[in-house]
């Protein structure tokens, strides 16, 4: 039987020695050499056409009365002043619904 050579191009990529040793373990338990897998990754990459995975920012926390100087204070009320002025108000049953909304999923 003749034995066809495949091919291969080399990756180098630096990364976090914590993240390489957690997914190591995790892709040995799975069977799954590390080169195999990004091989199955930049796969998925060119099936997909982009990233195989969604990517997007956290929700933003609210931000914390505590935390903020006395003038970044100061500013968000000058702010909140403004807006309730111009007319710029939101009910506070529809804040409620949003901060639930956002953060107890």
Same mark, same amino acid.
């Given at each position: ?15 976090? /020695? ?14 799954? @050499? ?17 990233? @195989?995975?969604?990517?997007?920012? @956290? /929700?933003?926390? /609210? ?43």
């Amino acid at each position: 039987m003749t034995r066809i050579a495949t091919r291969t191009a080399n990756v180098y990529t630096r990364v976090d /020695p914590d993240t390489k040793e957690q997914a190591e373990e995790i892709l040995s338990q799975l069977g799954i @050499p590390m080169s195999n897998a990004i091989g199955m990754f930049l796969k998925q990459v060119v099936l997909q056409r982009g990233l @195989p995975f969604e990517m997007k920012l @956290p /929700p933003a926390k /609210p931000l914390a009365f505590g935390s903020l100087t006395k003038e970044q204070f100061d500013a968000a009320m000058q702010l909140g002043m403004e807006d309730a002025e111009a007319g710029r108000v939101v009910s506070a049953d529809d804040v409620e619904a949003e901060m639930k909304r956002m953060y107890d999923a």
